[in-house]
Each structure stands twice: as C-alpha cells, then as structure tokens.
C-alpha cells in the first residue's frame, strides 16, 4: 500500500468533515440568503463545540460561505468614467437575468482602458478595450 494515498479513515473523516460544514452553511441562510449574524451563530458553535477535525470542517465552510458570497455579488471592474447610474443599470439587469438580488461591487481597473469586465459567481462578461485586443493577436 503506497503511503501517500488516503486511506479509508481518512476519507470516511474528510466525507464527515464536508458533510458536517454542508449541515453549518444551511444553518447560514436566511429564506436562502447568507446571514452575518447566523454565520456568526454557527462559528461560536464550532467554537464550543470542538467537532472532529475542526480545522477540516472550517475550511470546507469557508469555502462554501465564499462561493455563496461570490454568487450574491456583481464585482463590475472598469476604466475610464462610469456613472453611478450604469452601475445600478448593470446591477438591476444581472438580478433580474439569475432572478435573485446583487450587491454591486465597483473595481477600478485602468488596465482595461476601457469598458466593463462583470463577475458574478464563476460566470464573467467581458466587454473591454483589452478583450478585443487580445481577439485581435494572431495566434503563433
């Protein structure tokens, strides 16, 4: 047996650890929306309690805390003057386009020199001086 793969123990404990951070992050939401407060509920608990392998179990939870926050949030990185209006423009369509409210995030990016880069979750739009550019170099 090579001593660099898991064994079973260590996986039935990694599976348990996951299992145990998904059971925290359900208790995180509010009618499906991350709550501060019960994300701070759910630390002390772990806090108190001590569960096997907390480290693990914390990791997993933070994982998942930041994919959900990721997914509430419009990061929307620009160059040049964009109004305060385009930004909730921006905002209201992607809300309406994945049916749940976003925060906006605005990000100054003068390396775009121009146009807007959104992120929400792991999908990413993209219409900037820099992507057309980039379309433009031919391929060696």
């Given amino acids: 047996r090579r001593s660099d793969r898991p064994t079973h123990a260590t996986m039935s404990s990694a599976r348990k650890s996951a299992e145990l951070a998904r059971q925290l992050f359900a208790l995180t939401l509010d009618q499906g ?3 501060p407060e019960r994300v701070a509920a759910v630390l002390q608990w772990v806090e108190k ?3 096997d392998n907390a480290s693990a179990v914390l990791r997993a939870l ?3 805390v ?11 990185e620009y160059a040049g003057e ?5 930004f909730a423009e921006v ?17 100054a990016r003068p390396e775009l ?13 993209e219409n900037t001086v820099v992507s057309q550019l980039a379309a433009l170099k031919p391929v060696s």
């Fill in 82 to 86: 964009v109004s305060p209006a385009m």
């Fill in 49 to 51: 309690h001590r569960p």
């Fill in 91 to 107: 905002t209201a369509t992607l809300s309406r386009h994945y049916g749940r409210p976003l925060e906006s995030v605005p990000v």
């Fill in 113 to 125: 020199i121009a146009g807007l880069r959104v992120r929400v979750g792991c999908d990413i739009y």
């Fill in 66 to 76: 930041e994919a959900e926050v990721a997914r509430s949030q419009a990061v929307i």
């Fill in 62 to 64: 933070k994982r998942l």
């Fill in 33 to 35: 929306r991350l709550a």
